[in-house]
C-alpha cells in the first residue's frame, strides 16, 4: 500500500522560514518524481516544485530563490525548505509522488499560514 504523508506546515511570521517533509512508502522511491503542489482557497492547486530521481530540480518562477528542495533516498523522504515567506505562500501543500509509467499518489496535505 502507497502512503505519502506530509509534515512541518504551521503558522510563520513574514519573512520567516520553515521547512517541509514528506515521507513515501511503498513505492520505488529512487526512481519517482518528486514533487510539492499548493492549493489557495479559491485557487487551483499549482507546482511548487519538483526533483527528478536524478536530482533535477524544477521551481515556480514565484519561489525561486526562496525555496530549496531536496531528496533523501536512504529515507525515502523529500523536503521543502521555505525561507523569506510571503503572506501569498499561504496555501494546503501537497506532495507527490509519482514512478515512472505509473501513477501519482498524493498526501493529504499540510497548512501553511503566512501571517503576523
Known amino acids: 500500500q502507497v502512503q505519502v504523508v506530509e509534515s512541518g506546515g504551521g503558522l510563520v511570521q513574514p519573512g520567516g522560514s520553515l521547512s517541509l517533509s514528506c515521507a513515501a512508502s511503498?513505492?520505488?522511491?529512487?526512481?519517482?518524481?518528486m514533487g510539492w503542489y499548493r492549493q489557495a482557497p479559491g485557487k487551483e492547486r499549482e507546482l511548487v516544485a519538483s526533483?527528478?530521481?536524478?536530482?533535477?530540480?524544477n521551481y515556480a518562477d514565484s519561489v525561486k530563490g526562496r525555496f530549496t528542495i531536496s531528496r533523501d533516498n536512504s529515507k525515502n523522504t523529500v523536503s521543502l525548505q521555505m525561507n523569506s515567506l510571503k503572506a501569498e505562500d499561504t496555501a494546503a501543500y501537497y506532495c507527490?509522488?509519482?514512478?515512472?509509467?505509473?501513477?501519482?499518489?498524493w498526501g493529504q496535505g499540510t497548512q501553511v499560514t503566512v501571517s503576523s
Open positions: 511503498g513505492i520505488r522511491f529512487s526512481i519517482a518524481t
Open positions: 507527490k509522488a509519482r514512478v515512472p509509467f505509473g501513477p501519482s499518489y
Open positions: 526533483i527528478t530521481s536524478g536530482g533535477s530540480t
